[in-house]
């Protein structure tokens, strides 16, 4: 008898074959977490960057930074429209806009995102589809436990003006 017809190597083939296939499908899941990870690092960087050279910024620079950050947080909320407004990904990215915006001073940089940050997700509402209430109140989460626990009155109340009140009016 010859050792093709073997029925432990049979076995082990399909062993191997089924290993493989787990293996690809851990790999092309896998490949959404590690795009949602580089992606929230750039953010991360991206604010970390921003928040370092704020206080050397002249006046005929701002502006154009405001903007930068605003396109930023744009496409922050499409990429999570795209993702399906999977809550891991919108944890992750509340996370370092928090760590690297929300929680920092200098204000400016801080009230500045308080101030574009519903109407960005709201521009992605238009152009993604509709957005249910429960991923407006995820998404926004960073903001509402701003308005709970911020120490500073100031962000607090633009905080509680820019993004409670304007979603209650609003959206």
């Known amino acids: 008898s010859s050792d093709a017809d073997d029925p432990d190597d049979i076995d082990e083939e399909e062993e191997e074959e089924e290993e493989e296939a787990e293996d690809e499908e ?24 921003i928040r370092r050279d704020w206080g050397k910024m002249d ?21 999570m429209g795209v993702r399906k407004w999977n809550y891991g990904i919108i944890r992750l990215f509340n996370d370092g806009l928090y760590d690297e915006v929300l929680s920092q001073i200098p204000n400016g940089m801080r009230l500045h995102v308080i101030d574009l940050c519903l109407e960005e997700l709201a521009k992605v509402e238009k152009d993604v589809g509709g957005v249910e209430t429960q991923i407006y109140m995820n998404v926004m989460e ?30």
């Open 26 to 49: 851990d790999e092309s899941s896998m490949r959404h977490t590690r795009g949602a990870h580089l992606a929230s690092l750039f953010l991360k960087t991206f604010f970390k960057t």
């Open 59 to 79: 006046k005929y620079r701002i502006d154009k930074f405001y903007t930068l950050i605003r396109l930023m947080m744009y496409q922050v909320y499409k990429y």
């Open 142 to 171: 960073p903001f509402w436990s701003m308005c709970q626990m911020e120490k500073d009155e100031v962000v607090r109340h633009r905080c509680m003006e820019n993004i409670v009140d304007k979603f209650l009016l609003k959206y």
